[in-house]
């Protein structure tokens, strides 16, 4: 006689009105938390735009949306590796040293060949992280920490001073470029956004990448493979690494050794803030790029009224709690 739990009759589990009823009730929930902090960036918008006549300019617009680039990319990048549950704490040292190759080598083999060298650099530390930790199953958090300080190492195996390129190309054409009254750095991250929508949206390799961080043993039982999906992800995030450093060094005319550090907070905090859940499950491109922006106008608006850095780093760390606390209220 078998014995278990009775089977729920189906008119009552999964009746339309039930249905439409969680729908509406997740849908409204959702909705608040999604757009809780957009609703308090209008709002502190509104407030501080009525206390200075230098926010919306079109300079500062212009400044503050060069300023995002870096961490808009670097976070883009980010999102995909924690939809696999997973997360990247070397994309900072990524940035420099992909920066400082792309600076540093211009003069000497050519502009593209270096760009091409600093890409393929991005590429081959996020599929190192990649393959670490899906093939030994290592922590990604351990296994990127390592990598954070072996990277950092190496740009000043490479380079302990500045770089700075006399190649005038270098900086006119990517960082330093404007279409118009846009700067070309800006019109490359608004052109990433869309590719990774579809990527993760609308192709077989994206999905799968989505669903490892729901549930990683139906991904496999559906017979996908899994160590190739996460060491894919972790290149992506290798990738936009090195487009951020290659356009921060050229909107700066300068790459230096040092830079990059807390870049993996601030890319965390983006995806947070934009409804990605650490641990994977949760998160989409939308919600990144308004955490990005979150983040970017709160720098601007500290930074408008001469606020010390030290209060800029002790706010970004209560934003990331409330948006934790947030999420999991959600869940």
Not at 155 to 169: D, F, G, H, K
Request: proline residues 5%; contains cysteine; charged residues 10%.
């Amino acid at each position: 006689m078998p014995t278990g739990k009775p089977v729920q009759p189906l008119q009552n589990a999964g009746s339309v009105p039930v249905l439409v009823r969680k729908w509406l009730a997740g849908w409204a929930h959702r909705r608040w938390v999604d757009y809780a902090f957009v609703v308090g960036l209008v709002i502190l918008a509104i407030v501080v735009a009525s206390a200075t006549d230098v926010f919306f300019t079109q300079r500062n617009i212009s400044n503050l949306f060069r300023q995002i680039v870096t961490n808009g990319l670097v976070s883009l990048g980010m999102l995909v590796v924690i939809l696999t549950g997973g997360i990247d704490l070397s994309v900072g040292p990524i940035v420099a040293l992909t920066g400082i190759l792309a600076a540093g080598l211009t003069d000497r083999i050519g502009l593209a060949p270096a760009l091409l060298v600093a890409l393929l650099v991005g590429l081959v530390a996020g599929a190192l992280n990649g393959f670490l930790i899906a093939r030994f199953k290592l922590p990604p958090f351990i296994v990127t920490l390592a990598t954070l300080s072996a990277f950092r190492g190496l740009i000043y195996v490479y380079s302990e001073t500045p770089q700075t390129p006399q190649n005038p190309a270098f900086r006119s054409l990517l960082g330093g470029g404007f279409v118009g009254p846009i700067p070309v750095a800006v019109i490359v991250m608004l052109i990433c956004y869309p590719l990774v929508w579809i990527f993760l949206n609308r192709t077989t390799v994206g999905r799968a990448i989505v669903a490892l961080g729901g549930n990683e043993e139906a991904v496999r039982l559906a017979g996908i493979n899994v160590r190739r999906h996460i060491v894919l992800a972790y290149i992506i995030s290798g990738f936009f690494s090195a487009i951020a450093g290659i356009l921060l060094a050229s909107r700066l005319g300068i790459a230096q050794p040092n830079v990059g550090s807390g870049y993996e907070l601030d890319a965390i905090a983006a995806v947070v803030i934009g409804g990605g859940v650490l641990g994977g499950g949760g998160g989409g491109v939308v919600g990144t790029f308004g955490g990005v922006l979150v983040l970017g106008v709160i720098d601007n608006l500290l930074n408008l009224f001469n606020v010390q850095s030290y209060y800029q780093q002790i706010l970004k760390g209560l934003i990331i709690v409330f948006a934790v606390l947030a999420r999991r209220r959600e869940q």
